[in-house]
Antibody, heavy 123, light 107 residues
């Protein structure tokens, strides 16, 4: 049974770096059929895709965040991580990790999500 | 970026009603379009992938159609448990983008 679980501080000070980890159980992040993504949702607002990592180490980021984002993966621990630097109040959001199925050019979708973790940026 | 415009932003309907949500892409995305349901306090859940394919276990009252820039999501007989917010999402190009969401309320 696949489970994704976000962990990390719920409160981050402005200008500091937000760090979250997604622990994956029930599947290997080394699978070639899946990408592993981060998505966030400010309180009361819609969903924003942050970026993704593939088992070969390739990453893609949302250009709106690219200068501040790093996504990495630890295959031995079967988890992947998000770092977002120089945070402001605008980065306050529920952060989700998710698995994105990528079997072919089509058939790409988020098929499993973590429960989400609220990160508040405040002094 | 491909902009996804959903409408309406909210709606209220009665149990048994047919509900339709539209999603317009700012450029053609073939059928690279998914629909998700998000209930309050929960993560989104996939309902439909590739514009019209029902995910496993999703009730048949949910359906989707469309190609290119215009897409439609329909709930054919609204049930109380369908309360929530629905999002479209494109994967034609990075960055992946979502529609602004449609909040569905039950009268």
């Amino acid at each position: 049974h696949l489970q994704l679980q976000e962990s990390g501080p719920g409160l981050v000070k402005p200008s500091e770096t937000l760090s979250l980890t997604c622990n994956v159980s029930g599947a290997s992040i080394s699978s070639s059929s899946y990408y592993w993504d981060w998505i966030r949702q400010p309180p009361g607002k819609g969903l924003e895709w942050i970026g993704t990592i593939y088992y070969r180490g390739s990453t893609y980021y949302n250009p709106s965040l690219e200068s501040r984002v790093t996504i990495s993966a630890d295959m031995s621990r079967n988890h992947f991580s998000l770092k977002l630097s120089s945070v402001t109040a605008a980065d306050t959001a529920v952060y989700y990790c998710a698995r994105r199925r990528v079997v072919a050019t089509s058939n790409q979708y988020f098929d499993s999500w973590g429960q989400g973790t609220l990160v508040t940026v405040s002094s | 970026d491909i902009q996804m415009t959903q409408s309406p932003s909210s709606l209220s309907a009665s149990v048994g009603d047919t509900v339709t949500i539209t999603c317009q892409a700012s450029q053609g995305i073939s059928d690279f379009l998914n629909w998700y349901q998000q209930k309050a306090g929960k993560a989104p859940q996939l309902l439909i992938y590739d514009a019209s394919n029902l995910d496993t276990g999703v009730p048949s009252r949910f359906s989707g159609s469309g190609y290119g820039t215009h897409f439609t999501f329909t709930i054919s007989s609204l049930q109380p448990e369908d309360l929530g917010t629905y999002y479209c999402q494109q994967y034609e190009n990075f960055p992946l983008t979502f529609g602004g969401g449609t909040k569905v309320e039950i009268k």
